[in-house]
């Protein structure tokens, strides 16, 4: 092969199995969720962190951030810093303001200050809010079915969310 062609790939066939295509030519063509779920990249601990980052950075709400913003205060990159967003906007935890800016909703605020002092009170602060979610239902009703483990919880919400 020459110099001139090394910069050539092959093209996939649009009739392979998708074993055969390249990885990310796979991931392109997986069907997304129907609704917003939390990312499963972050670990819950990083999803609080992020959380609690928009009303400190964002001075409580007096200036709109962004991943960016609250990246070194999770502890990741600005790529995963805001890959729960569009869950906590859904849940009304943070307002857009504009394209990948934020401001925290008052009861984020809330929970930013407190959970320092007494994380499980919190926690409950945002309960009203994730309780008008559509997930509520799907784990309300699965663990009415008896004990749940986290895998038939995951699967139960996937499900529901329309991501298999």
């Given at each position: 092969?020459?110099?001139?062609?090394?910069?050539?790939?092959?093209?996939?066939?649009?009739?392979?199995?998708?074993?055969?295509?390249?990885?990310?030519?796979?991931?392109?063509?997986?069907?997304?969720?129907?609704?917003?779920?939390?990312?499963?990249?972050?670990?819950?601990?990083?999803?609080?962190?992020?959380?609690?980052?928009?009303?400190?950075?964002?001075?409580?709400?007096?200036?709109?951030?962004?991943?960016?913003?609250?990246?070194?205060?999770?502890?990741?990159?600005?790529?995963?810093?805001?890959?729960?967003?569009?869950?906590?906007?859904?849940?009304?935890?943070?307002?857009?303001?504009?394209?990948?800016?934020?401001?925290?909703?008052?009861?984020?605020?809330?929970?930013?200050?407190?959970?320092?002092?007494?994380?499980?009170?919190?926690?409950?602060?945002?309960?009203?809010?994730?309780e008008k979610m559509w997930y509520f239902e799907v784990v309300k009703q699965?663990?009415?079915?008896?004990?749940?483990?986290?895998?038939?919880?995951?699967?139960?919400?996937?499900?529901?969310?329309?991501?298999?």
């Amino acid at each position: 092969m020459s110099d001139s062609e090394t910069y050539l790939r092959p093209v996939p066939d649009a009739t392979a199995s998708s074993e055969d295509r390249p990885k990310a030519d796979r991931a392109n063509m997986r069907p997304r969720a129907k609704r917003v779920l939390p990312t499963d990249r972050l670990k819950h601990e990083q999803q609080v962190r992020a959380l609690k980052a928009y009303p400190i950075v964002s001075n409580y709400g007096a200036q709109a951030v962004g991943s960016d913003d609250i990246a070194s205060f999770v502890g990741v990159t600005a790529a995963s810093a805001g890959l729960n967003n569009a869950w906590f906007a859904d849940a009304g935890l943070i307002i857009r303001q504009s394209k990948g800016k934020y401001v925290p909703a008052e009861v984020t605020n809330q929970f930013a200050r407190d959970h320092g002092f007494d994380p499980k009170a919190a926690a409950s602060l945002l309960a009203p809010s994730l309780e008008k979610m559509w997930y509520f239902e799907v784990v309300k009703q699965a663990s009415e079915m008896g004990p749940i483990t986290r895998d038939r919880l995951v699967h139960a919400l996937a499900t529901r969310a329309g991501a298999t």
